[in-house]
């Protein structure tokens, strides 16, 4: 039996577009091609899907870690491109953070909720710091602290924090989706679903279409590497009978 030896298929942000086009039975199957302004459409709508899906959990299979250097009594630490505390591409989350001591030894930290941290009655209590909340902004991300490292704990520890950064835009129609394999069907049903409208595509093949990008949607979130948490994804009707 014949095998190809590989497994590093791949699509561009045209060929997921041009795959959406056909179902929304804009394009003839199989055309290289598409009117400039239906890509145009495709390529806005398939942007706000990648940033809609690294929210819920694409690209965990790709994190990253950072280690960041205490500085006594600072209570926060904004993690930014430029002009941050910590030079570094904005997290879209941070997953888990842990200390780590002058001799190497790691200690878990606990994350709080974004509210948790807001009911913290003595945010400048100065110790160890055990605990962290993550608020993410449009061009940087803040990382505070508590307790706030203290003199001596600065000098013994430096926090590491694993985060997820943001995916890639497609800004041109043949960049790489930088997403796993098993996302490519997901992302081309529902971009098409998000075309449905658009196209005032009959009410059978929209149907169709919508449970295709549900079924597709639910398998890639059930088969990623690792999930924080679980999920249920229900359908949206997109279209009128």
């Excluded at 030896?5 to 929304?24: I, P, R």
């Excluded at 400039?36 to 899906?53: G, I």
């Excluded at 709080?112 to 941290?117: G, H, K």
């Amino acid at each position: 039996m014949a095998i190809s030896g590989s497994s590093d298929f791949k699509l561009n942000g045209l060929q997921v577009m041009l795959s959406a086009l056909e179902e929304v039975n804009r394009i003839r199957p199989g055309s290289p091609s598409a009117e400039p302004e239906d890509l145009n459409v495709c390529k806005r709508e398939l942007n706000m899907l990648l940033k809609m899906y690294q929210n819920m959990g694409m690209k965990l299979w790709q994190t990253a870690e950072k280690e960041i250097t205490l500085t006594a009594s600072q209570r926060t630490y904004t993690l930014a491109p430029s002009g941050g505390d910590v030079i570094m591409d904005r997290p879209v989350f941070v997953r888990t953070a842990f200390r780590r001591d002058s001799n190497n030894i790691d200690t878990p930290m606990t994350k709080l909720a974004w509210d948790d941290y807001q009911d913290l009655t003595n945010k400048y209590n100065e110790s160890i710091p055990i605990q962290f909340a993550y608020l993410p902004d449009i061009d940087k991300g803040t990382l505070y602290l508590w307790p706030v490292p203290s003199t001596s704990a600065a000098s013994e520890y430096t926090v590491i924090i694993n985060y997820v950064d943001a995916i890639d835009d497609v800004d041109n129609f043949t960049d790489d989706l930088e997403v796993e394999q098993q996302w490519f069907l997901a992302l081309k049903w529902n971009l098409a679903a998000e075309l449905i409208n658009k196209y005032d595509v009959p009410v059978q093949r929209a149907a169709r279409i919508e449970r295709n990008a549900f079924r597709w949607l639910e398998e890639a979130m059930n088969t990623d590497h690792e999930s924080e948490t679980s999920m249920y994804i229900e359908p949206a009707q997109r279209y009128s009978q």
